[in-house]
């Protein structure tokens, strides 16, 4: 199971970096401009904070000569080993066919349909990234198009990995990884709330008092 940020704030990077053992960054064109950054200097900060770990940048052409041009600068400017995001659209499927000929790095993005992420694996993405909320906005089943596409890669063994995106909250997290993602992108907020509300506040709360009633302001390790 990979946990992977969907930022591209250099101060949270930061922190959820200290705080998890997360696999990488994702990010896309929305997320990179909301940071009011130059684009390259801000990627290579990233890189700069998470080492060798995973990093995932979009295109953002229309054509697959575009496309392969962007793929080009960012690998020349960030590494071979950086993530093309790629739209799972025609263009796009063909971009990810050359991309892995030459040797490249894949994540098949936009994906709404268990259609869309098979195609893109038939051209060798390693990860395709279906969007759980979205889906779910346009009536798709989002839990069964995941266990959909995790039971077409496993039936023909295929090595693409689905990474679920796009979450408004944390039950749908745990429903994509529950349906058949190997790894979830969401925001550093949602993770947060995974291990932090008032229960959760009350019990170590409680913990304390307990402790405090019986060793005063002593720790463990002063006893």
């Given at each position: 199971m990979e946990?992977?940020?969907?930022?591209?704030?250099?101060?949270?990077?930061?922190?959820?970096?200290?705080?998890?053992?997360?696999?990488g960054?994702?990010?896309n064109?929305?997320?990179?401009?909301?940071?009011?950054?130059?684009?390259?200097?801000?990627?290579?900060?990233?890189r700069?904070?998470?080492?060798?770990?995973q990093l995932?940048?979009?295109v953002?052409g229309?054509?697959?000569?575009?496309?392969?041009?962007?793929?080009?600068?960012?690998?020349?400017?960030?590494?071979?080993?950086?993530?093309?995001?790629?739209?799972a659209?025609?263009e796009?499927?063909?971009t990810?066919?050359?991309?892995?000929?030459?040797g490249?790095?894949?994540t098949?993005?936009?994906i709404?349909m268990?259609?869309?992420?098979?195609?893109?694996?038939?051209?060798?993405?390693?990860?395709?990234?279906?969007?759980f909320n979205r889906?779910?906005?346009?009536?798709?089943?989002s839990?069964?198009?995941?266990?959909d596409m995790?039971w077409?890669?496993e039936?023909?063994?295929?090595q693409t990995k689905i990474?679920?995106?796009s979450?408004?909250?944390?039950?749908?997290?745990m429903d994509?990884?529950?349906a058949?993602?190997?790894?979830?992108?969401a925001?550093?907020?949602?993770?947060?709330?995974?291990v932090?509300?008032?229960?959760?506040?009350?019990?170590?709360?409680?913990f304390?008092?307990?402790?405090?009633?019986?060793?005063?302001?002593k720790?463990?390790?002063e006893?």
């Amino acid at each position: 199971m990979e946990i992977i940020l969907d930022t591209a704030n250099l101060e949270d990077i930061r922190r959820y970096n200290d705080i998890y053992d997360i696999t990488g960054i994702t990010s896309n064109p929305t997320i990179l401009a909301k940071e009011k950054a130059e684009f390259f200097p801000l990627l290579l900060e990233i890189r700069s904070i998470i080492g060798e770990k995973q990093l995932h940048v979009q295109v953002t052409g229309s054509t697959c000569e575009e496309m392969l041009k962007e793929a080009e600068a960012l690998t020349d400017r960030l590494g071979k080993d950086t993530y093309i995001k790629v739209p799972a659209n025609e263009e796009g499927i063909k971009t990810m066919k050359v991309l892995k000929s030459r040797g490249n790095r894949v994540t098949a993005t936009a994906i709404y349909m268990p259609q869309q992420a098979m195609l893109a694996a038939s051209v060798g993405a390693d990860y395709v990234a279906p969007y759980f909320n979205r889906m779910n906005n346009m009536n798709v089943d989002s839990k069964k198009a995941i266990g959909d596409m995790a039971w077409l890669f496993e039936h023909n063994q295929i090595q693409t990995k689905i990474v679920a995106a796009s979450f408004k909250n944390t039950q749908q997290v745990m429903d994509a990884l529950m349906a058949g993602a190997q790894a979830v992108t969401a925001s550093p907020e949602l993770y947060t709330q995974m291990v932090e509300n008032p229960m959760i506040d009350s019990a170590i709360a409680g913990f304390a008092a307990d402790w405090e009633a019986t060793y005063g302001d002593k720790r463990i390790y002063e006893l």
